[in-house]
């Protein structure tokens, strides 16, 4: 990055980058100011309720601790809908009652919504962050999920999970923890995860050259004790979203965007 900036500034000299960083800023705020402004009322219109997809009636909080850039689509149901559908289709498709571990919780999006499920008759939600924690329990105590349903606990290192695990209980494990994975899933773990009765969904981090290889090598020791399978995003048409009717393009588009900073992968993997 600095190297393609500095290049950048021998090409076009100090000046007009300067514009073009000004430029930059400007759209930038203008951006998060314009979608911040349809959030809030879109929010106030809708209540705060999911209005489509799996997670549909479930209540979200206006209060987060990143920030607000992901509200509309998850009230729109549409934030990370593959996601979404392939839990809920584990959840019900299982014969037994199902506990489900969430690591990286983050505001709770997954854990409160799962722990709704009949099927789930537990929930272990770990995440590291006091104030993400704080309105995880509010999103639960909204939602009347009841408290002995949902075990919060701080950072899902290896030995407080296995810690949690049980070889008579069948589990479904997601992991969001923004690279983390590379750290945790290591060959032993794995292969302490593979002898349980779990099915697994990661979300990889491949933002740089470095997030890649580690993710080849995730795969590849993954191969050794799961099947695997690649979760794609879902096609999103903005004309099956009523609610949207009467709002102009631009709004419509931003109301969609999760404010990736690229294509994102998602892989489920099950015990050989």
């Known amino acids: 990055m600095i190297v393609k900036f500095f290049s950048f500034i021998k090409r076009n000299g100090i000046l007009k980058t300067l514009k073009a960083i000004d430029i930059y800023l400007r759209s930038k705020y203008f ?3 314009y979608r911040s402004r349809f959030t809030n009322k879109l929010y ?18 206006n209060v987060t601790h990143w920030n ?15 996601i979404q559908e392939e839990l809920i289709k584990i959840v019900n498709e299982n014969q037994k009652k199902i506990i489900f571990i969430d690591i990286g919780a983050a505001d ?7 722990s709704m499920q009949k099927n789930v008759f537990k929930t272990i939600a770990f995440e590291i962050n ?5 309105i995880l329990e509010l999103n639960a105590k909204i939602n009347k999920v009841k408290k002995n349903k949902i075990k919060l606990l701080c950072e899902g290192k ?14 479904v494990i997601l992991i969001d923890i923004e690279g983390g994975e590379y750290d945790l899933l290591d060959n032993r773990f794995l292969e302490q995860l593979s002898k349980l009765n779990v099915t697994i969904i990661i979300e990889l981090h491949e933002f740089t050259d470095g997030q890649k290889l580690k993710c080849n090598k995730l795969i ?7 099947n695997i399978k690649y979760l ?20 419509r588009y931003i109301a969609f965007s999760e404010q990736r900073p690229c294509k994102m992968r998602w892989i489920r993997i099950t015990p050989k």
């Open 158 to 171: 290896k030995e407080t999970i296995l810690k949690e695990l049980d070889h008579s209980e069948n589990y």
């Open 220 to 226: 590849e020791m993954s191969s050794k004790f799961f």
């Open 232 to 251: 794609k995003p879902l096609n999103i048409r903005d004309n099956e979203f009523d609610i949207l009717n009467l709002y102009p393009d631009d709004l």
């Open 68 to 82: 607000n850039f992901d509200i509309l689509p998850k009230l729109l149901g549409t934030y990370e809908r593959h």
């Open 31 to 33: 951006f998060h100011s």
């Open 108 to 114: 709770g999006f997954y854990a409160v919504a799962i």
């Open 130 to 134: 006091p104030k993400s924690k704080e």
């Open 44 to 61: 106030s219109e809708l209540n705060g309720l999911v209005q489509y997809g799996p997670f549909k009636g479930m209540f979200i909080s």
